[in-house]
């Protein structure tokens, strides 16, 4: 087993600013995601990575930045908040049989 | 596109009941199927999932059925409970392309006692 954790749980930013989301895992996955979650939509992906300093685009990559400094750490940054914008951030890692887990997330809130 | 597609976005149903949930899907490389189960204000879990080599996949209550010629995949429900409760994702991917998953709108789901 291994524990996902999401720093901070609760984000408040301001209109323009760059908020940094971030993610530690102990399970020793390879693969780490950031997925944004809104009302309606699902899940959407921002980013993943395959291993330490890999990066990749995922379908919603626009307006975020992410990097993997080491296998156990992967951090997002969302480089211009939007205002009024409102929305959840898992963190996932992956155990290469397909199946994902989930981190308690990010609520993130731009006044 | 949305590639992965959930046609409801919530269901009710009665304590007891059997009910079906159905995702639709546009990628013919995907060859993983899953559902994920998610409480409110809790992460997704992973409840069931299938490969493409095998069209069911049973799990106590829980049953994945594959239609690959119709891209599409169901999750049965059998002797629903109110601990049922929660949103259910679907997500699907391609083994071969590093474990992404596309996940799809997510469907609520209520069982009334």
């Known amino acids: 087993g291994g524990i996902i954790t999401q720093t901070p749980k609760f984000l408040i930013g301001q209109e323009g600013q760059k908020l940094t989301l971030k993610c530690q895992q102990n399970f020793n996955h390879d693969t780490m995601y950031w997925y944004r979650q809104d009302s309606g939509k699902g899940l959407r992906l921002i980013y993943y990575?395959?291993?330490?300093?890999?990066?990749q685009k995922g379908d919603l990559s626009e307006g975020y930045d992410a990097s993997r400094e080491k296998k156990s750490s992967f951090s997002l940054t969302v480089t211009s908040a939007q205002k009024n914008e409102m929305a959840v951030f898992l963190c996932?890692?992956?155990?290469?049989?397909?199946?994902?887990?989930f981190g308690p997330g990010t609520r993130l809130l731009v006044l | 596109g949305q590639q992965v597609k959930q046609s409801s976005p919530s269901l009710t149903v009665q304590e007891g009941g059997i009910l079906i949930l159905n995702c639709d899907y546009e990628n013919d490389m995907f060859d993983y199927f899953a559902w994920y189960k998610k409480y409110p204000d809790n992460s997704p879990t992973l409840l069931i999932s299938v490969r493409s080599n095998v069209d069911k996949r049973e799990d106590g209550r829980f049953t994945v059925f594959l239609n690959k010629s119709g891209k599409h995949f169901s999750l049965h429900i059998t002797a629903s409970q109110p601990e049922d409760t929660a949103v259910y994702l679907c997500?699907?991917?391609?083994?071969?392309?590093?474990?992404?998953?596309?996940f799809g709108q997510g469907t609520v789901l209520s069982v009334i006692p």
């Open positions: 997500a699907a991917g391609a083994t071969g392309g590093n474990n992404k998953l596309t």
């Open positions: 996932a890692t992956d155990d290469n049989q397909d199946t994902q887990y």
């Open positions: 990575s395959i291993t330490e300093n890999d990066l």
